[in-house]
């Protein structure tokens, strides 16, 4: 045993461990097919209330993503300074409700408003979840649990897409929203009666205190953890690879429709079955690589998503550039060749997530984790589903005089190039994380 490794302090991870990783892993997955979903709901919802596309893009969207971001630093702090396994528990019901809410409703705008609620009702999911993770594991075996916790929804979504397309079908899209809230009620019984809180901050390296850090206002506690630079520099790559990412993962379908003349069933089928399969695996080979590797040298917490990010975008550029000819049909379904590029952009691209997420527990104290993951989670939401899908459009919109109906391709190419500034972002992180051996000051 190394002297690094001695300081831990004298607990265990048992079963209990791995069944609450599992339960949060659920939650998160229902709450992310619940955003989903609403791809399969678009013109049953449009026809009922007579809107556009314009109407659907703002609840699905924009609204959605303002109210997350500004519903997130609250949450944040509400997880460091509450018990976690309650914040949970009621957060839990009010997704159940407001969910349930949307397939209730009696107009467009009571669904903007039930979409809201939504959004509020996940703001401290996932700053919970991933507190009570670094609670639950060591660092040295915390990446691939993360990487369990956030592949969930990834393969989640694949089968949730598809039962909600046939419940869609046959029993209208107001009873997809209640089938879907149901399972937060189980959630919500089990986090309230059955779950321990476990101890903040349980698996530090660096000696704790049980007493609550001093308590600052939101605007000073933001402050204070913005000015670690070595935590400045990941959330700042981390949001600048949401932003690529995310942009691909929305106009993914579009781009296959177009360049590729798929229709939109087979597009949707082969981006949701081939990218949502291979970076579920790619996200649980991280985490499992990152944990073996860095009990050897904790730098390789920033050098797989580095790895990662080259690996992708080396991926994503012949995918992109690739001719329209087609590899295989599987049934009536034709395959693109350019699909095995799609693959493997897909299995890296999640390289960097759980790596990133263990490090900010490392890089902040128990007691304001919860806020340094909803300080990273707004920067995300922001630049990804803000930002991202956004800039893509207009990107497309500006070289459609120059490369037509194929300007798309192009504009996916342009929204790529901020990953170059994540890896020197990485880079910087690494250099200042090194200086304190990758764990916070005290």
Known sequence: MTAREGTLPAATVGWSSHGLLLLLALV?????VGRQILAVMVEPIKAEFGVGDTAIGLISGLAFAAVYALMG????????????????????????????????????????????????????????????????????????AISCFTAAPTFSSIIGLS??????????????????GMPALVFCTILAFVVREPQRGRWDLTPHTHTAPALLG??????????????????LAGGLTTLSSYAIAMWNTSFLVRSHGLSLQHAGLL??????????????????????????????????????????????VPYLLWSDSVLVRLGDVPVPGAMLWCALYAFFSVWWVAPSYNLV???????????????????????????GPLLTGLCSDLLLPLFGHESLRYALLLVNLPVICAVLLLMRTAHHAGRTGYRHGG
Request: aromatic residues 8%.
């Open 163 to 180: 039962i909600g397309a046939w419940v869609v079908e046959h029993y209208g899209w107001r009873s997809a929203f209640i089938a879907l």
């Open 271 to 316: 981006a949701g079955v081939i990218c949502g399969t291979s970076a579920g695996f790619g996200g649980l080979l991280s985490g499992w690589l990152s944990d073996r590797l860095c009990r050897r040298d904790p730098h390789w917490q920033v050098s797989i998503p580095v790895v990662g990010h080259i690996a992708a975008t080396c991926a994503l």
């Open 73 to 144: 630093l609250p949450a944040g702090r509400l997880v460091d300074r509450m018990p976690r396994i309650r914040l949970l528990a009621m957060s839990c019901l009010l997704w159940a409700v407001a969910t349930m809410a949307c397939g209730w409703a009696g107009s467009f705008l009571a669904l903007g408003i039930a979409r809201m609620l939504v959004a509020v009702s996940e703001s401290p999911t996932t700053s919970a979840s991933l507190s009570l993770i670094a609670d639950l594991y060591p660092t040295h075996r915390r990446s691939f």
């Open 28 to 32: 998160f997955a229902d709450n992310f």
């Open 361 to 387: 527990t490392q890089l902040v104290p128990a007691g304001r984790r919860g806020t340094a993951m909803a300080l990273q989670t707004i920067v995300s939401t922001l630049l990804g589903i803000g930002v």
């Open 218 to 235: 939101m605007g000073a506690e933001a402050r204070k953890l913005w000015a670690l630079p070595a935590y400045r520099c990941l959330i």
